[in-house]
């Protein structure tokens, strides 16, 4: 998730051309301060498919408890959303916590999810407010093949660090500088990955990079947590016990006026449900073969999951 930050860091003026909305008439969620009074709440979302099937499930789950729900999706950036938000244009979208915390404060340490909770606590202010974090998280991950892992008895990133010299290292560019790609598994687990084994693929974890994977071009990659390809191809996401990569755990933010007992404990409900596998398997209806629609595939599985129906 620490790349993926890079769809995030869109110029204002190309925000305000390229902003897809849907439902509420397709209006920019910007162009007029929304109310905060009443009990209807509107459900927005970032521009990539994941955050859009968690928005509809949101929306899907209020509807069952009771709620008038609107949606405005695919609204862009952080830079656009959360202005949104804080002038209820929109009452509510799934973030990361990760993220969040690093644009709201700048200066922000916390790596792991309890220290991540604890820091967004204090940087929220007073306008915005959030839910209970899911388990589920799309973050950042060292992958690799499971002949691989089965052949060195990989658990663990530290496990890979015995073979240093041995593995070829695939990722975007900017992996090789930032704190979180080489020079934190360097830090953290002492991989060092010599510049001669370092292959620069610039699909942000796509599907480039896990066929340099699969096809044996390089022996690890960084790789989404949430993305189908990894169920698809069997590859192995190697455990971060140090918290190399931040936390980015699935997590409803809300304007604090548009935020009630109901509408938290409804909510509250899917994070307990959404975990890193209900989140791929969500993933996968959207962008797998099948290609589900988004509030389609929502729909089935908050029915699965026993949410279609209130809270309690």
């Not at 521009?47 to 209020?62: G, H, R």
């Not at 190399?244 to 006026?257: I, K």
Request: hydrophobic share 45%; glycine share 8%; net charge negative.
């Amino acid at each position: 998730m620490m790349l993926r930050a890079t769809r995030f860091l869109v110029a204002a003026a190309a925000l305000a051309a390229a902003m897809i909305l849907s439902a509420c008439g397709n209006s920019d969620p910007l162009a007029a301060t929304g109310s905060c009074e009443g009990d209807g709440l509107t459900v927005g979302s970032a521009n990539f498919p994941e955050s859009e099937t968690v928005a509809n499930v949101y929306a899907e789950v209020l509807r069952a408890n009771g709620f008038k729900v609107d949606t405005r999706l695919n609204i862009g950036s952080r830079e656009a959303y959360i202005p949104a938000l804080r002038q209820c244009a929109i009452s509510v979208i799934p973030e990361y916590n990760g993220n969040l915390l690093q644009y709201l404060d700048k200066g922000a340490t916390a790596t792991s999810s309890a220290d991540i909770d604890t820091a967004l606590s204090k940087a929220l202010g007073s306008d915005l407010a959030i839910g209970t974090p899911a388990p589920g998280q799309d973050s950042d991950a060292v992958v690799v093949t499971k002949a691989t892992a089965e052949r060195w008895n990989l658990r663990t990133i530290a496990d890979l660090a015995a073979h240093s010299a041995e593995v070829k290292f695939g990722a975007p560019a900017e992996f090789q500088e930032r704190a979180g790609g080489l020079p934190g598994l360097k830090k953290n687990y002492n991989l060092d990955i010599a510049a001669n084994n370092f292959v620069p693929i610039a699909d942000g974890g796509g599907p480039a990079t896990v066929r340099a994977l699969v096809d044996g071009q390089v022996t690890a990659a960084n790789v989404f947590t949430t993305s189908p390809a990894i169920a698809q191809n069997n590859l192995v996401v190697l455990e971060d016990p140090k918290h190399n990569f931040p936390a980015q755990n699935v997590v409803p933010l809300f304007n604090a006026a548009k935020k009630s007992d109901k509408s938290l404990a409804a909510l509250n409900a899917v994070s307990a449900k959404l975990t890193t596998d209900e989140l791929i398997k969500l993933n996968e209806a959207v962008s797998g073969s099948s290609k589900t629609e988004p509030k389609a595939a929502a729909a089935a599985w908050v029915a699965a999951q026993g949410l279609n129906k209130p809270t309690g």
